[in-house]
Nanobody, 127 residues
Framework: EVQLVESGGGLVQAGGSLRLTCAAS????????ICWFRQAPGKEREGLSC????????FYVDSVQGRFSISTDNAKNMVYLQMNSLKPEDTAVYFC????????????????????WGRGTLVTVSS
């Protein structure tokens, strides 16, 4: 079965950094693009970034461009989200998901493009 498991969330101070990990299993990794979404309290789920597992091409929405960076370790079937210069408004549950086929490149990223989801990891950024 397709399985995605997020880890790495926690409590950080504003201005700090955190790296999230998405561990993937149960599918051919290179056939999918992997994306990160987040959902803040009381808000809609927001797409942030995607990466092509086959060639490493990336896509970012404007709100995280320059602060967040997505990457993969294909040998380990891992996807990472490096988050720098964190702000209190970044507080959210962060999810990874897999979409079959080409890299999504249109804003906003829609959650219905994903074929599988993880359960999320909570990031809390204090003032």
């Amino acid at each position: 079965e397709v399985q995605l498991v997020e880890s790495g969330g926690g409590l950080v101070q504003a201005g700090g950094s955190l790296r999230l990990t998405c561990a993937a299993s149960g599918f051919t990794f290179d056939d999918y693009a992997i994306c990160w979404f987040r959902q803040a309290p009381g808000k809609e789920r927001e797409g942030l970034s995607c990466i092509s597992s086959s060639d490493g091409t990336t896509f970012y929405v404007d709100s995280v461009q320059g602060r967040f960076s997505i990457s993969t370790d294909n040998a380990k079937n891992m996807v990472y989200l490096q988050m720098n210069s964190l702000k209190p408004e970044d507080t959210a549950v962060y999810f990874c998901g897999a979409t079959f086929g080409p890299l999504p490149t249109t804003q906003p990223l829609k959650e219905d493009i994903l074929n599988a989801w993880g359960r999320g990891t909570l990031v809390t950024v204090s003032s």
